[in-house]
């Protein structure tokens, strides 16, 4: 009777659990926000909907960034530079340092747009703030150098790629657009040891050979110049580099007008 009784009880000691810990409101931030970033870099159209769902929640411009980054992983440039700039504004509202990183995104999209105006002035108020770390206000001065180009402000885009290149100098991207500038402002050493620096960080790129071919046109030198597009062609012929490259050949068809070979 009495073992039977002892099993009783000890058959009725379930564990009685305690106090849930406190839900930490940043913690559960921080996992919501790198979620729908995960999203919206890895499956867009998923990110999309829940950055929507997200931000009927009260994500407010977190959500709106992310939605953006999903629309610009999509395509959707248009979209994106939208909901990039209003995750700008509604951060500064908030008096939030990430603003700046944001009215970078938006000036980033903007020029995938080829709107260079809506570019330089999103681009201009990411770097008036002066909040962005290195690389990122590196990426900034870069993307607007971009829209400087666009409008002919050759003298300003050599200022900021300079300093672009100053914070960020493993980026061969920066280097290419730096000779390619130097180029255009017929600068040829200048765009010769730039191009050498990209291609040293890049020697698999097709859009460096064809910068190099443009170079070597630009100084006058035939055999280089064919040497250069012919390799961007071997890399990568249906890339826009390798179509550029070819594009360029063509001239050398004509013997008369291979004298003076043109990028």
């Avoid at 409101?25 to 919501?32: I, Q, V």
């Avoid at 999309?48 to 931000?55: C, I, L, R």
């Amino acid at each position: 009777m009495i073992a039977a009784l002892m099993l009783l009880l000890l058959a009725d000691q379930t564990p009685v659990s305690g106090p849930k810990p406190p839900v930490d409101p940043a913690r559960a931030l921080a996992d919501r926000y790198n979620n729908c970033i995960d999203l919206a870099t890895g499956d867009p159209a998923k990110g999309e909907t829940e950055a929507t769902f997200w931000h009927r929640d009260g994500g407010k411009f977190l959500a709106r960034q992310c939605l953006g980054i999903a629309l610009a992983n999509q395509g959707r440039w248009l979209a994106a530079a939208g909901e990039f700039e209003d995750a700008a504004q509604e951060a500064e509202v908030a008096h939030d340092n990430r603003a700046a990183y944001f009215w970078a995104q938006a000036g980033n999209a903007w020029l995938a747009t080829r709107n260079t105006v809506k570019a330089r002035r999103a681009l201009d108020a990411a770097l008036a703030a002066g909040t962005l770390e290195t690389t990122q206000r590196g990426e900034a001065l870069f993307d607007r150098a971009r829209s400087m180009v666009a409008s002919g402000d050759l003298a300003g885009a050599r200022a900021d790629i300079d300093a672009a290149l100053a914070l960020v100098k493993q980026d061969p991207l920066i280097w290419l657009a730096s000779a390619t500038l130097a180029r255009k402002m017929n600068d040829l050493p200048r765009a010769k040891t730039d191009v050498a620096e990209a291609f040293r960080q890049a020697a698999d790129d097709a859009a460096v050979y064809l910068e190099v071919g443009n170079i070597a046109a630009a100084a006058g030198d035939e055999s280089g110049a064919k040497a250069a597009w012919n390799d961007a062609v071997r890399i990568a012929p249906d890339s826009d580099a390798g179509r550029s490259a070819r594009v360029a050949l063509k001239q050398f068809d004509n013997p008369a007008a291979s004298a003076t070979p043109k990028p």
